[in-house]
């Protein structure tokens, strides 16, 4: 994994490296424009409810408070400073106040009302800095936020064995086989499928409760084309 020299660990808040923090700087905007291409291609829309887990300094934020309807955007992050940062110099107060985000400022889902349940989920570069032990954990908190129709898009990096880790390691990186994903998802109940969507340096894939529809693109290419002929409803 390509990280900068300086990620801005040990800066205070107010600091300029609040892009860095999350990941190579000059990856933000790749990652962000990334993202949200791969969640409108998959369905998302402007009506839905979106969970950003790891929210960070809204590098997805950015694009997606905007686009989603009022108070359909809720992001989860454990560093407060990294959202105030993001809202400075990425959103600006007024357009949060006009789409009144929620923000929820702990390491996991707990304390988040259960009433809440959310179209979609994302998890971009937070699988890829858990053990086994965190990543089973995620994936229970999530699947009882999400609706029956509802999915979780989330990156992992990709290993040959199974491993040592536990718990959350940044900066540095996990890996995980494949099996061992899918094993993690089946057992909390997700249906599970890799995504054939570029990353600088992990993968893509879909964590779907049941009622998520998937079979338009089960033969065919994951695009906009493709959901635009055959997924939309």
Known sequence: MSLPEDLGLGRPAGDQHYR????????????????????????????????DIGCGSLRNGRLLIPYL????????????WLVEEGIARELGASLIEIKGPRFHFAASAEGLDLDDHFDFALAQSIFSHTGRDLLEHWLHSIIRLLKPS????????????????????????????????????????FR????????????????ARPEFDDSWFAERP????????????
Request: hydrophobic share 40%; with cysteine; aromatic share 16%.
């Open 20 to 51: 860095a923090y999350v990941g190579p700087p000059q990856n933000y905007d790749l990652i962000s424009a990334m993202s949200f291409g791969l969640l409108t291609a998959l369905g998302l829309r402007q009506h839905h409810s979106l969970l």
């Open 150 to 189: 509802g999915a979780l898009i989330a990156t992992y990096f990709l290993g040959d064995s199974e491993p040592s880790e536990t718990g959350w390691i940044y900066p540095g990186g996990v890996r995980f086989p494949e099996a061992t994903m899918a094993a993690c998802a089946r057992q909390q109940g």
């Open 69 to 80: 309807n009022r108070e359909r955007y809720v992001g989860i992050e454990p560093n407060r």
């Open 192 to 207: 599970f499928r890799p995504l054939d969507w570029r990353h600088p340096s992990q993968r893509w894939a879909l964590f």
């Open 222 to 233: 994951l695009g906009w084309n493709t959901w635009f002929d055959y997924g939309r409803k």
